[in-house]
């Protein structure tokens, strides 16, 4: 591809990545934050939204977040590569502290899962190696798998056996507070916070070390375009060949675990642990399959132009579910299925408004742009 003009692909690739990040956060919503991820409603709600959440375990849930953070690392590398590096560099630092703002402000007044916050922290620590010679960056990549292994193992092991011994969840006990049920605005900024700051340091301690690999994976991908270009196709289809089939079953048990403990709160915990550890396998299998038959594909101008505006529609999304569905907005209830078809339903509007804008940028965007070049 000519120098200058954006390759489709990694936009397009966004875009379906915050589609489910839209669909979980809605279906989580009502029992946030202290709920189920996946939601409350469904395990009452009959055996068809038991199957809706099980399916979105298996498709989405755990997968978005790690084709998001690996396309913010190709960021990364591609604004570095586009410009001379000292200035290059300025405009980035410049970037994460604008993200580490508005992260702040989304997770504490808005959305309390917000992950900005981690991305502006992670990225800025990555940004030392983006610029790497390739020997390098290689072997701080090989480092940081190893390290995200044993972080992985340990964590998981640690909470398995915390789950284990804690004592059961009393059926008769009031319960959890949730958005759904929240009175005033002071009430939902205190419960907000206090589930955003929690966030914060679980993924500090558990997810801090994937994330880094996963970022530091999108600036090695960016630099050897090893999504786009031609001569990884025999690599990519080998990558598929190893790891499609493991990757597939072992989603599919954890969307199983959804449907058979989806009213057992304790045994979802352990259901969860299991998603943490096999989702980010299923999101590198979708990422290179996709990869591998993008070239032509016509999907790719259709949903690029969303995939620029991303920042907008994920804070303006949960702006939009805390004027529905929270107790100090409107107070709606809809049960799983209604959730799903909210988040799809946006995603398209948006999807049909990112094409009508031609060039210009949303609000965020545009505020991102006048923050790296102050």
């Known amino acids: 591809m000519a120098a ?26 009502l029992s946030s934050p202290w709920g189920a991820v996946l939601g409350d409603e469904a395990a009452q709600a009959g055996a068809a939204s038991r199957l809706l959440q099980g399916l979105s375990a298996f498709l989405v849930q755990g997968k978005a977040y790690p084709i998001l953070a690996f ?42 899962g917000d992950i900005l916050t981690m991305y502006a922290l992670i990225g800025w620590l990555v940004l030392r190696h983006a610029t790497a010679p390739w020997g390098r960056l290689r072997s701080v990549l090989r480092r940081a798998l190893i390290w995200a292994i044993v972080v992985g193992a340990v964590s998981a092991v640690v909470v398995v056996a915390g789950l284990a011994s804690a004592p059961a ?9 949730s958005f759904a049920a929240v009175a005033s605005w002071p ?7 206090e589930g955003y700051l929690f966030i914060q340091i679980g993924t500090l301690v558990i997810g801090f070390a994937l994330l880094r690999l996963l970022m530091l994976a999108g600036v090695a991908a960016a630099r050897l375009r090893w999504l786009t270009h031609p001569r990884w196709a025999g ?12 990757a597939i079953v072992l989603n599919a048990v954890y969307g199983l675990g959804y ?65 529905l569905f929270s107790g100090v907005g409107l107070g709606l209830q809809p049960g799983p299925f209604g959730l799903l078809l909210f988040a799809v339903l ?8 990112a094409r009508a804008s031609g060039p210009r940028r949303w609000p965020l965007e545009a505020w991102m742009a006048w923050v790296t070049r102050r």
């Open 346 to 353: 946006l995603w398209m509007a948006a999807g049909l408004a």
């Open 187 to 193: 009430e939902f900024w205190r419960l907000n916070a």
């Open 4 to 29: 200058g003009v954006r390759e489709p692909f990694p936009d397009a690739l966004r875009a379906l990545a915050l589609l489910g990040v839209l669909v979980v956060n809605a279906a989580g919503y």
């Open 235 to 246: 690599q990519r289809r080998r990558l598929l060949q190893r790891w499609a089939w493991p």
């Open 169 to 177: 969840t009393d059926p008769g006990a009031d319960p959890e507070p």
């Open 259 to 323: 449907i058979v403990f989806g009213g057992d709160r304790d045994a979802l915990g352990m259901v969860e642990v299991l998603g943490f550890s096999v989702g980010p396998l299923l999101s590198m299998v979708m990422v290179t399959a996709l990869a591998q038959h993008a070239r032509h594909a016509r999907w790719l101008p259709a949903l690029a132009p969303l995939g620029q505006r991303t920042l907008t529609l994920y804070v303006g999304h949960g702006f939009v579910c805390l004027l």
């Open 71 to 112: 396309l913010f690392g190709m960021s990364l590398a591609l604004a570095l590569a586009a410009r001379p590096r000292a200035p290059a560099l300025e405009r980035a630092r410049a970037r994460q502290r604008g993200l580490l703002l508005l992260g702040v402000l989304h997770g504490v007044f808005i959305y309390f």
